[in-house]
């Protein structure tokens, strides 16, 4: 398989070597200094384009890739107001995309046991509910978009709270985020429960970017031969 990355700092390079390993082939790499690069004829060299670049140009990348045929899976977050353009444009194109918040296969398993214990605790509303979330400090969004994916999962389920705030917060339908920036941690989110009698905690923490590269890998081959817009719960069959 062909492929193309745009973004190429150090998840791009974690992906580049997990590629790479498996028998791919990079054939394009886009980073801040070489944008012009992003052609039409460059491009469509990839079968599908991974794109890690950041808030501001991960729409137009993507639209771009669409508009040329190429399949496109992203994993840059704080962009999602225009997901509903992308999506939209996939469809019109007949063109594949896949996002996702965080493309580790054992975040995405996290998931899904923040949403079953959210609705084992959906009646037991004594319980406080906080999540907090720890990345290194060249991370430009706050909170992650891992964050925002668990607390929705949790408001969708929960009797007490209809809207996340990225603070400490005294309103009891408000979730709290806590963001916390430390040089060097690849990431940490937790989900707290908390009562006068226990507490109740899920908690996942990467050690290094490997698991978010070998999932992009894997969403990349999954989509190549195929159209339509995906999640990594149809990569891993959740």
Known sequence: MNIALLGYGKMG????????????????????????????????????AIEFTNPES??????????NKVAVVSGTTGWLAELKTVEEKCRATNGAFL???????????FFELNKKLASLMKS?????INLEEIHHT?????PSGTAITLAQEIIQQSSQK?????????NESELS??????????????VKYSSPIDDIEIIHTAHNRQGFAQGA????????????IFSMKNVLNF
Do not use: M
């Not at 060249?138 to 706050?142: N, Y």
């Not at 209809?162 to 005294?170: D, G, K, L, Y």
């Open 124 to 128: 037991h509303t004594v319980y406080e």
């Open 58 to 67: 991960a729409a137009s990348n993507i639209l771009f890739c669409l508009d």
């Open 13 to 48: 390079k974690a992906i580049e070597e997990i590629a790479i390993q498996k028998g791919h082939q990079i054939v394009l790499r886009i980073n801040d200094l070489n944008l012009e690069d992003l052609t039409k004829e460059n491009i469509t060299k990839a079968d599908v």
């Open 99 to 109: 996002y996702a918040s965080n493309f580790s296969i054992g975040v995405n398993i």
């Open 162 to 170: 209809n809207t996340w705030v990225n603070n400490i917060t005294n």
């Open 217 to 228: 890998v894997l969403a990349a081959e999954y989509i190549a031969d195929k159209k339509g």
């Open 138 to 142: 060249q991370k430009k969004d706050a």
């Open 177 to 190: 985020i806590i963001s916390k920036r430390i040089d060097e941690v690849p990431g940490t989110h937790s």
